[in-house]
């Protein structure tokens, strides 16, 4: 009976023991680790605003993306010579002297067309001389140059 009793003291103050040792060392580990875990979480934290920062530039940069893209500076953007049937690589499709933009937005002429009214000059002759291109007769305005 006493063997038992002592054991039991025994055992008790060996637990005791054990949970303030753990108690202490608990604190122990958690201070070790807090500051380590905090500065990750502040450097999270960070991150998590930068992207943000950058988030509102990208999507705004890809409406931007639709910029008017002339390839050949002839004044008419790629959408507007493939919609006309023009070569976005060159001014002037048709080597008629006349620039495609003049031919779809001037003119009026076929700008797959040397010679659009089919009088034998060139729709670019013709302006030059100020004729119609786009028929028979002079023209009455002429682009200021
Ligand atoms: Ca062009
Ligand atoms: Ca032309
Ligand atoms: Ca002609």
Known sequence: MKTVLIVLIAF???????????????PADQDTDNPSQVAP???DDDDVTDPDGKGPNEPASEPTVKVMIDTD?????????????????KPDTDSDLLGDR????????DPLRVDTDGDSFADGQEVRAGYN?????????????
């Open 12 to 26: 008790a103050a060996l637990g005791t023991a054990a949970a303030f040792a753990y108690r202490y060392m608990l």
């Open 41 to 43: 979480a502040g450097k």
């Open 73 to 89: 500076g002839d004044g008419l953007t790629n959408d507007e010579e493939q919609a006309a049937g023009t070569d976005v690589t």
């Open 102 to 109: 003049e031919e779809v937005q001037v003119y009026d002429t």
């Open 133 to 145: 291109p786009n028929g028979p007769g002079k023209i009455l305005e002429l682009p200021s140059e």
